[in-house]
Nanobody
Framework: QVQVVESGGGLARPGGSLRLSCAASGSSHSIYSMGWYRQAPGKERELVARIISGNRADYADSVVGRFTLSTDNAKNTVYLQMNRLEPKDTAVYYC?????????????WGQGTQVTVSS
């Protein structure tokens, strides 16, 4: 049973920082990508940042220079360091993991972790 488990959400002040963690487990297959998406109330889910094949990172324009992805490949874990947080960063953050399974890719989502930025 594949599990994608997020942690690290919580409350931060504007200008503050949080670090999110996502650990994927339960599969022997290689990972194509891991990344973070977020969804604020009334808005579409959007890409925050992702890493593909362990070497290419994509960031949303709104977080470039503030958020940084890092990985621990041995643990199938990805981290999102979020700095200079703004109220508009408030959302539920979801981890998305895509596995290579033979000739296809399978997508798994975590349960989400709440990030609230407020004074």
């Amino acid at each position: 049973q594949v599990q994608v488990v997020e942690s690290g959400g919580g409350l931060a002040r504007p200008g503050g920082s949080l670090r999110l963690s996502c650990a994927a487990s339960g599969s022997s297959h290689s990972i194509y990508s891991m990344g973070w998406y977020r969804q604020a109330p009334g808005k579409e889910r959007e890409l925050v940042a992702r890493i593909i094949s362990g070497n290419r990172a994509d960031y949303a324009d709104s977080v470039v220079g503030r958020f940084t992805l890092s990985t621990d490949n041995a643990k199938n874990t990805v981290y999102l360091q979020m700095n200079r947080l703004e109220p508009k960063d408030t959302a539920v953050y979801y981890c998305k993991t895509i596995y290579n399974v033979g000739s296809i890719r399978l997508v798994y989502w975590g349960q989400g972790t709440q990030v609230t930025v407020s004074s």
